[in-house]
């Protein structure tokens, strides 16, 4: 199981997840219940086109109740980025446009991906995706960031699926050695089989305190698809503490 740079909630009530039967719109309630300020009043503005991040794949899954996850591999060529906004745009069948994250009153780990490192690939995941029904594309614009020299160092380990009454999520350990807590931090995975993605998610986590010491169970991400035994990817990405 490949672990990326990861961060997430300390002292920690659980992030929230969905059952497999909930609508979008459920779900986005209660990952936005997990930040202080989950959700944005502006619309994502991509401006300069991004010359040191680029996309590398996309992938559009399926879930129970018509649920539906945009999970996209980015790669950094030269040094890290804060802040990348991300434009996502799907189109139907005929061309028409069917969702956009270009709206605002959503989240901003759906317009961005806080932090980009170089050298590594990293999983930015839209998973409040809809009406994207039938054969169609996906097209994906990434803005500049903020370069950053000075990266947080959050990390996660022990990565792996469990259960409960609200069905089977990931969940994980994480420890904060960036010296400063870290507040309102998205949480990405996919599960890769054959390398293909057949399951995508996100999380939100509230805050994780500055401490050497590990968080157990420290997050709950619920899939959009069926991870089964596949393999795990997990990328999240540190904002406190990021400077030049």
């Known amino acids: ?42 619309q994502v503005k991509v401006g300069a086109v991004n010359r040191g991040v680029h996309v590398v794949s996309t992938s559009l899954v399926r879930g129970d109740g018509g649920a539906q996850a945009v999970a996209v591999r980015l790669r950094a060529d030269g040094g890290a980025q804060a802040a990348v906004p991300v434009s996502l745009t799907v189109k139907g069948a005929g061309g028409a446009t069917a969702y956009t994250n270009g709206l605002a009153g959503i989240q901003p780990s759906l317009q961005q991906i806080a932090l980009v490192m170089p050298g590594r690939d990293v999983w930015w995941v839209d998973d409040q995706v809809s009406g994207a029904t039938g054969a169609g594309s996906i097209h994906v614009r990434l803005g500049a960031g903020r370069l950053v020299r000075r990266v947080p160092d959050v990390t996660a380990s022990a990565v792996h699926m469990t259960g409960d009454s609200s069905g089977r999520y990931l969940t994980g350990t994480l420890i904060n050695r960036s010296g400063v807590a870290q507040a309102d931090l998205p949480l990405f995975a996919v599960a890769l089989r054959g390398g293909r993605v057949v399951a995508a998610g996100r999380a939100i986590i509230g805050r994780l305190a500055a401490t050497p010491s590990p968080v157990r169970n420290a997050f709950s991400l619920y899939f959009v698809g069926a991870p089964g035994d596949a393999q795990i990817d997990v990328t999240v990405a540190p904002t406190a503490g990021a400077g030049a």
């Open 1 to 42: 199981m490949r672990r990326c740079l990861c961060a997430a909630a300390a002292g920690l009530a659980a992030a929230l997840g969905l059952a497999a039967c909930e609508s979008n719109i459920d779900r986005s309630a209660k990952i936005a219940a997990q930040g202080h300020h989950a959700i944005t009043d502006t």
